[in-house]
């Protein structure tokens, strides 16, 4: 847990030193460039203006013929000889500052400080002069001097000083960011600390373990996750002792019956005769069919369930199954119908363990239809999949009970709790052999009284 809260602040501190160095640089490449333009085009002399002036007239006159009135109107300048020139002029000239005008060449034609310009300017001020354009071309230039004047040095200086304050910015920034980390890291990993602290019990036994679910996030949905696989293991596991329970006591009736006739053969009591004898014979029989019927539910969980699949007759199996519990049926006064369509499409199966689906229906019918009921037998053939039913004449099945019907030794409805040696497992095995074919075994209450079994198959 310390790990990952060590590499979520990480994370963070990560990602804000990247996005305040990438903010550093791109502003100071954007700073620069700015403060180029704006040093170079008079911004920090306070000629910026004038620069545009300058550019219009040319382009409007295209030479500098006259362009003495734009330089010594008033607002552009005092110089020595250029008198009072309103405001802005007081201030320039109060700052000393003296403006001259070149053509391309770098010859001056106007000179705010000499009415009378000569000269040519040297190669430092024309390093130093603002180039005027037009388009693209260079038609003059003008130089500034005094005043608030900004170098090359000056604009490093500047620079480095946004530098600086950037880097203060950026530590702020981080502190806070690592702050921001530790609280955000604590809060996004306190439902997984929570959810560890309950695997950990879960793993230990306790599987009534869950954790409070908050919000519709991944960690809500992985919160959902684990405590619906709670869920299903603390049934799995409730399931799993009932079943051992069950097993116990389906074991412990047989086996008392056996030993209470072998005690009495060695006490005496009986004689080994047959009709003694078959008592024995018949719990054993019982203890037989049990653990076949638990054996074959353990390979049909396992998904080990070997299917003998060839083409079939379902009506043929049906008709076989109708004749072999016909005379139980005559002994119980209940009647068997069998409604067949005459003719019906092969399937692939395994005939064995369809008669056993079968046997299994038809025998849960006979356990629980009342003397002069009847069970009728159905298939219907319409359509892509072929569908078996049973139904009985009996108390049907209650509403509580309904979904519970399948279950190993399910005891629910006592209508239909086990009598005459049943295992309680016949249903359970009928709806794991008919899903081994691909098919499904569903039980519902009749409309007209009874319960219906449907088997429907592929």
Request: one cysteine or more.
């Amino acid at each position: 847990m310390a790990s990952m809260r060590l590499r979520l602040i990480l994370s963070f501190v990560f990602i804000g030193l990247v996005s305040i160095v990438s903010v550093i640089l791109l502003a100071r490449q954007g700073v620069a460039n700015e403060v180029y333009a704006y040093m170079f085009r008079g911004g920090m002399t306070g000629s910026e203006a004038l620069v545009e002036t300058l550019e219009a007239y040319y382009r409007d006159h295209h030479s500098w013929q006259g362009v003495e009135s734009v330089l010594l109107s008033p607002g552009h300048g005092m110089g020595r000889w250029g008198g009072n020139q309103g405001n802005a002029g007081m201030m320039q000239g109060m700052m000393g500052q003296r403006l001259r005008l070149a053509d391309e060449q770098g010859k001056v034609l106007v000179d705010t400080f000499d009415p009378e310009p000569a000269s040519l300017l040297d190669a430092e001020q024309m390093e130093r002069a603002i180039p005027l354009r037009n388009g693209q071309d260079v038609i003059g230039y003008l130089l500034p001097e005094g005043g608030m004047g900004f170098n090359q040095g000056d604009q490093t200086v500047l620079l480095n000083r946004l530098s600086r304050a950037g880097l203060i910015a950026a530590l702020v920034a981080v502190g806070i960011s690592l702050v921001l980390a530790l609280f955000l890291s604590y809060r996004l990993l306190l439902p997984v600390h929570a959810l560890t602290q309950a695997a950990g019990r879960l793993a230990q036994g306790d599987l009534s373990q869950r954790v409070q679910v908050k919000g519709n996030d991944e960690l809500a949905q992985l919160g959902d996750a684990f405590n619906h696989m709670a869920a299903s293991l603390q049934k799995s596991e409730e399931n799993r002792r009932a079943m051992t329970a069950d097993i116990a006591h389906e074991l412990r009736t047989p086996l008392a019956v056996q030993r209470a006739h072998l005690e009495a053969f060695q006490d005496g009591i009986y004689s080994p005769t047959a009709e003694n004898l078959n008592s024995v014979f018949e719990q054993n029989l019982l203890l037989t069919r049990l653990v076949d019927d638990l054996r074959t539910l353990a390979l049909a969980d396992a998904g080990q369930l070997s299917l003998d699949l060839q083409p079939v007759d379902l009506i043929a199996i049906a008709q076989g199954s109708i004749e072999q519990f016909t005379p139980q049926a005559e002994a119980q006064q209940v009647k068997l119908q069998f409604d067949s369509p005459g003719h019906c499409r092969t399937i692939v199966a395994d005939s064995t363990r369809l008669g056993q689906v079968l046997g299994n229906l038809v025998s849960n019918a006979l356990r629980y239809t009342p003397t002069g009921g009847q069970i009728t037998m159905a298939v219907n053939c319409v359509g892509e999949r072929i569908q078996l039913t049973v139904h009985d004449s009996g108390p049907g099945i209650s509403e509580e009970s309904l979904p519970h019907i399948f279950e190993r030794f399910y005891r629910g409805d006592r209508s239909r709790s086990r009598s005459e040696g049943g295992s309680g497992l016949g249903l359970a095995i009928a709806r794991q052999l008919a899903q081994a074919h691909g098919g499904e075994l569903t039980a519902t209450n009749h409309p007209q009284g009874g319960a219906i079994f449907t088997l429907t198959l592929p």
